[in-house]
């Protein structure tokens, strides 16, 4: 698009310009916003014991300079969704200021968070109160032994306790994202779905991906969505028959069980390895750093961050966002055989 402006195209049949579109004909409409490549847990398959380099404080976007970026992107760009991660996004101190300055923002978008839940029960109502819509809690097991060996922190009970007050302070659906490990706590599928039923909360398995900080990634390993459904196969689960959309989530209904707001009950599986759903994602991602990332296993950034402290207009950095986003490829390529892993782990890009 180069220098082409922002502004609307008005005539009649012809799609606005000031959109993230990219070659394929996809438009991103949700950000997923990383807050900080910090975190309080040290996941296995995420980071190594010892912990990763974290971003210098200079490096990283100020609260208002996210707060800027993420009202380009809605006002100029047609954002609809904002989701705030890390790292472990409630480690940011001005977490709840940005949330309260993203929804003051017209048109208002959906703001969700995905964290651990450590810290949750303390922030839920004053997130809430910010403009908060609802978080994904990511939980991989009910065993607080399990837990403590997956993340080497006992953390586990926090975890159960913000999961709590998130429900109480009325951030639903509250959501329960699960990797499942070969060897490790794939025997407790069963087991998760009942604790999500019976708490109302919804579950989703998400399949591990490659992008762990020690490359150990394996595919032989990892659980698949195939494997997770035979292991719900006692549930009887039914198609659901709302669409999924842009979702990366396929899901299924629970026969006999409904979730908090009385709505059917749902389980959902991201398969993202073994059930791509490429072909209709709507995501940017903005680094903590402020680097756009059109795709998660992207191994290229555009820097809107040194633009931005330049001197740059709103003008010139919504152009620059929407190149950013025009070299995005048909697909994660994965199952390539030239695929590469991003240099940079979960952690640092967010989810």
């Not at 006692?234 to 028959?241: G, V």
């Not at 989530?249 to 490429?278: K, M, Q």
Request: glycine fraction near 8%; charged fraction near 30%; hydrophobic fraction near 40%.
């Amino acid at each position: 698009m180069g220098e082409q402006s922002v502004e609307m195209d008005r005539r009649p049949g012809v799609p606005p310009v000031n959109v993230l579109a990219d070659r394929f004909g996809r438009v991103a409409t949700d950000l997923r916003v990383s807050l900080t490549d910090r975190c309080n847990l040290r996941c296995t398959y995420c980071m190594p014991e010892e912990g990763l380099a974290w971003l210098p404080k200079q490096d990283q976007l100020t609260d208002d300079e996210v707060v800027r970026l993420i009202r380009i992107g809605v006002e100029r760009l047609g954002i609809k969704d904002v989701r705030f991660t890390g790292g472990e996004p409630l480690l940011r101190r001005g977490l709840v200021g940005i949330i309260q300055a993203s929804a003051r923002l017209s048109p208002r978008p959906r703001l969700m968070l995905t964290t651990n839940g450590i810290g949750l029960e303390r922030l839920a109502e004053p997130l809430r109160d910010a403009g908060l819509d609802r978080v994904n809690v990511s939980l991989d097991t009910l065993d607080p032994e399990r837990f403590k060996a997956l993340t080497r922190r006992d953390r586990h009970a926090d975890v159960l306790r913000g999961l709590r007050a998130a429900a109480e302070a009325g951030l639903t659906p509250v959501k329960i994202n699960a990797v499942l490990m070969r060897g490790i706590n794939d025997d407790e599928a069963p087991a998760m779905l009942r604790f999500a039923l019976e708490h109302g909360y919804q579950l989703r398995f998400i399949e591990q991906m490659p992008l762990d900080a020690q490359h150990q990634w394996d595919r032989h390993q990892m659980v698949t969505a195939d494997e997770i459904l035979a292991d719900l196969a006692p549930f009887d689960l039914m198609p659901d028959s709302v669409s999924r959309g842009t979702a990366p989530a396929e899901t299924w209904l629970v026969p006999g069980y409904v979730d908090a707001a009385g709505e059917p009950a749902r389980v959902g599986v991201i398969g993202s390895v073994t059930r791509p759903f490429c072909g209709d994602c709507d995501r940017t991602r903005l680094t903590a750093d402020g680097q756009v990332r059109d795709c998660l296993f992207a191994t290229k950034e555009s820097d809107l961050r040194d633009l931005m402290r330049g001197g740059a207009t709103d003008d010139e950095l919504a152009t620059a966002w929407q190149v950013a986003m025009r070299g995005k490829r048909a697909g994660h390529g994965i199952d390539d055989p030239s695929f590469l892993q991003p240099a940079r782990p979960m952690s640092a890009i967010g989810g």
